[in-house]
């Protein structure tokens, strides 16, 4: 498998937590493939000096000391917590002890290399001082005698010998350690005299040139039973592996210290893993433990120090042979990375893997890393087990089989479907309160402390908890980033948006990690409340957990608020208007325009609708008067579905059972109007949006039934009743029969029949994607539309609006809809039926804009409908 560059795909193998063994045939499809090639170059400059300080002796009074004291042989693998050093440094080691024969890997121009590598040394579990140093003098001694036990040593004849002399040369400097710790603990004890201790003394200064000496003895007595493995010309080394030193706080320093004093000796290799930022506090606490502990001295001291330890590592671990590992980015997320088994990116799997989980699709498309993206290798491989381990739900069964329920599907059927999906989301929420909350958020008490109150809480009042919190985090933020407080109470989803949106970027963005969580958690109960009461489940006792229509109160009188003003351009009415016009409008004189929000709310709708009706006469045909009664009827329709009904303006309640009145009324110049009549319900507003059809869907076929029928009659009424029966009868219907196949509730059934019943244009009830698909929509018509449009420009940025959800519908889908998921989910039923983009362009009304039919007179149609809504909303 190759990327989109041509180059090869670097899999990842995710079957296990803990340290991960990668072979060295693997290593260029790994992940960590260019760890793996740096640490063979920084390996090959080390044999190179090695070899060159073999040659070069020089004499001074401690006798011959060769030069490789001037450079390191110590390779550090640097990392984050979980970010795959361990297994990396383990798997180098693995291929250092089969090192023979030609791999692309290996190094170039080394022939007769051996390597003897000893156990991995674990640093934080020496938390009682064991010195290093006499654990690695252990471990030579254990490893030749496992070889020798194991007969896997060639012994020449001078075997015997070289044996004697590499036990004395273990015992005598392990004697000579003990007996500088001892020095360390008592100058001189009780029997032993001064030229004793002044020998101990001395001989702690050979320990490392007796080190280097009983490396050379132990490498040259160890050959191995094939011809490739015998290392020649002092090209034998020993591999001394000592991982995560820096968990250790109390001996971490000591350890290092050791290993600098010690270990950088000719033929030996040390490998060490650490994270960078622990170790440095570590030295970093050494050194400032022996200021003098006088606050202002420490004050003062505290920046040289911390130079001081940034310098002492870079003699220690050499910047040129640190080994950096790489963090899970974006790069290798969308591009580069694939699991074996899932034959996608990380993004894709965990993503795609959640989806079959739950039935959610969280959003693909944001340029930073998802907040379910593990940010470290331990934490991607225990996330993606943990989400293995859950059983898939139908998926097909959730959204689209059970939609039409015929009775065919049986009560216990539907339990059984919803009890999987339930148990799914517990186990998720589970781990987004204790898992994904306490690593984003514990550190912010009070967003840790939000977040456990809004889970507790019922998912209705949630918003609530969070607008006061808001409001709290506003009082002290005020003053700093001049924010302008919010409203006391939320109306409406899209309220519940932007509240989220702006309390992300209060304080420097410091509450970021709580909208995460937030995110992921409504996009579970809000979810769960769709499909309960899409599924009408009932509990034992026979009544429904979800009310029918408890979901479009969960959304409120707006699916976006102030943002649908940023996402249409200001409209403005012209000074065209007659001067009867203006004064009973008004509009002064001398107002050349006046600005109009994109949305409206507290509409009053005994005002709105007032079309002119066209005479008989207008007409050459019956077809063409037929045509123009279905268009009409079906312009309505949609306008009625952009309002969310109130009772009144104080009112925040949506009226489920409300029911469109209509009737027709001549003008003084003996015009018909159609209009709301005057008389019916005088206190209702609506609250008007582009996007309000999207929760009106839910139940259209329902609601538009009774508003149509009212509508087919008024219009039957008034242009083909005549006094002759028959012909009455026949026109009605021939109306009839053209209406059946363009009528906006029929069109609506026949989506229904394919999206499934209570579908909706889109998934609100997906909040994170739902979030920032809004999000991205409005940054882009922003950026893309003018100031100001007319009123008669209106159906052409509704209809480009509408062009940009199916854009970002349309990369949603191709981000999950790829065909190979996984051998264990494979062809899996319902693996991804749910087409974004092809539910929301054949959904009615947005066919309404979009298809190439009576544009000229829709256009009129909303024009005028804007300019009535502007002239008659309470908030002038």
């Keep these: 498998m190759q990327d989109v560059d041509g180059r090869q795909s670097i899999y990842l193998d995710i079957f296990d937590t803990g340290i991960h063994h990668e072979k060295v045939d693997d290593f260029d499809k790994s992940y960590y493939k260019y760890v793996y090639r740096q640490a063979f170059r920084q390996l090959s400059d080390i044999i190179a000096h090695n070899r060159k300080a073999n040659d070069r002796y020089h004499y001074n009074r401690s006798g011959f000391v060769n030069s490789y004291e001037k450079f390191s042989n110590i390779m550090t693998f640097i990392g984050k917590r979980g970010s795959g050093k361990t297994s990396v440094m383990m798997s180098f080691m693995e291929a250092l002890k089969g090192y023979s024969g030609d791999h692309s890997f290996f190094i170039d121009d080394q022939e007769g290399v051996l390597f003897t590598c000893l156990d991995c040394i674990d640093g934080s579990l020496l938390e009682h001082g064991e010195d290093i140093f006499k654990i690695v003098l252990a471990q030579m001694y254990q490893k030749f005698r496992d070889l020798e036990n194991k007969e896997r040593i060639i012994k020449q004849d001078n075997f015997d010998y070289g044996k004697r002399e590499l036990l004395k040369g273990l015992e005598e400097i392990y004697k000579t350690v003990c007996d500088i710790d001892s020095m360390d603990s008592q100058w001189v004890t009780s029997g032993e005299s001064y030229m004793s201790s002044l020998q101990s003394l001395s001989s702690s200064q050979k320990v490392k040139r007796e080190f280097e000496k009983l490396v050379k003895q132990f490498t040259n007595l160890i ?95 050499l910047p040129n042979y640190r080994i950096y590992l790489p963090e899970l980015n974006e790069l ?55 989400l293995d381990s859950i059983k898939p739900v139908d998926l097909e069964k959730i959204y689209f089989e059970y939609a039409n329920d015929d009775g065919k599907v049986s009560i216990d059927e539907k339990r059984k479907l919803v009890q999987r999906w339930e148990s799914n989301c517990q186990l998720l929420l589970a781990d987004l309160s204790n898992r994904l909350a ?78 995460h969580c937030l995110l992921a958690y409504f996009s579970y109960t809000f979810t769960r409340e769709y499909i309960f009461e899409r599924l009408e489940i009932r509990d034992d006792d026979g009544k429904t957990l979800v009310r029918k229509g408890s979901f479009k109160q969960l959304m409120g009188n707006n699916l976006i608020n102030q943002w649908a003003a940023d996402m249409l351009p200001d409209l403005q009415l012209y000074k065209h208007h007659s001067n009867a016009e203006r004064g009973t409008f008004g509009i002064g004189e001398n107002d050349k325009e006046s600005k109009i929000q994109a949305y409206f709310n507290g509409v009053m709708l005994t005002e709105v609708f007032d079309i002119e009706l066209k005479g008989k006469e207008f007409f050459s045909s019956k077809e063409d008067l ?70 009106n869907s839910m139940y259209a076929c329902e609601n538009l039934k009774g508003t149509e029928e009212r509508l087919k009659k008024l219009l039957e009424q008034e242009y083909l009743v005549c006094e002759d029966t028959e012909t009455n009868r026949s026109q009605i219907d021939e109306f009839e029969l053209l209406f059946q196949e363009v009528s906006l509730m029929k069109r609506y059934e ?10 909706l244009p889109l998934p609100v009830y997906w909040f994170d994607f739902s979030y920032n698909i809004n999000k991205r929509v409005r940054r882009e018509m922003l950026l893309d539309n003018p100031v100001f449009m007319e009123a008669k420009e209106t159906f052409v940025y509704i209809q480009k609006l509408y062009r940009c959800f199916e854009n970002h519908l349309a990369r949603q889908d191709e981000f999950y809809g790829f065909d190979n998921d996984g051998s264990s989910e494979k062809n899996y039923k319902g693996q991804y039926l749910y087409r974004l983009k092809d539910k929301f362009t054949e959904c009615p009304v947005v066919q309404f804009f979009l298809e190439e039919a009576y544009v000229e007179e829709r256009k009129e149609f909303i024009a005028q409908l804007m300019n009535r809504m502007r002239i008659y909303t309470q908030e002038i």
């Design 223 to 317: 050959e191995y039973g094939s011809p490739d493995r015998h290392g020649m010309n002092g090209q034998h080394y020993v591999v001394i592996t000592i991982d995560d030193i820096d968990l250790n706080v109390r001996n971490g320093f000591s350890m290092l210290e050791k290993i600098h004093r010690y270990f950088m000796v000719s033929n030996v290799i040390i490998l060490l893993s650490v994270d960078m930022e622990q170790i440095l506090s570590i030295v970093f606490q050494n050194f400032y433990d022996v200021v003098p502990k006088v606050d202002k001295v420490l004050r003062k001291e505290e920046e040289r120090i911390r130079k001081l330890s940034m310098d002492y590592l870079d003699k220690v671990m």
């Design 332 to 386: 290798y997320s969308a591009n580069v990375v694939s699991t074996r088994k899932e034959q996608a990116g990380i993004k894709s799997a965990v993503l795609g893997k959640l989806y079959r989980r739950i039935g959610i699709c969280f959003d693909s498309q944001g340029r930073k890393r998802h907040f379910y993206e593990p940010k470290s290798m331990r934490n991607l491989m225990s996330f993606y087990l943990f």
């Design 438 to 515: 306490f690593e984003k958020i514990y550190s912010i008490k009070n967003a840790y402390r939000l977040f456990n109150s809004v889970v507790r809480e019922d998912i209705h009042r949630a918003s609530g908890l969070i607008m006061d919190f808001y409001n709290n985090v506003l009082k002290k933020a005020e003053k700093r980033e001049g924010i302008s407080n919010t409203e006391d109470n939320l109306r409406s989803y899209g309220e519940l948006i932007e509240l989220m949106y702006y309390l992300g970027r209060v304080d420097h963005s410091t509450y970021k990690p709580l909208i």
């Design 626 to 695: 037929y045509r123009y009664m279905a268009e009409l009827i079906n312009s309505i329709e949609v306008m009625t579905l952009f309002f969310n009904i109130r009772k009144s303006q104080e009112s925040k309640s949506i009226l489920e059972d409300f029911c469109w009145e209509f009737h027709t009324e001549r003008n003084k110049t003996n015009k018909n109007h159609l209009k709301i009549k005057a008389d019916w319900r005088l206190s209702y507003v609506g609250d008007f949006n582009v996007l309000n059809f999207v929760i």
């Design 750 to 759: 026949r989506w229904e029949d394919k999206c499934g019943k209570a579908a």
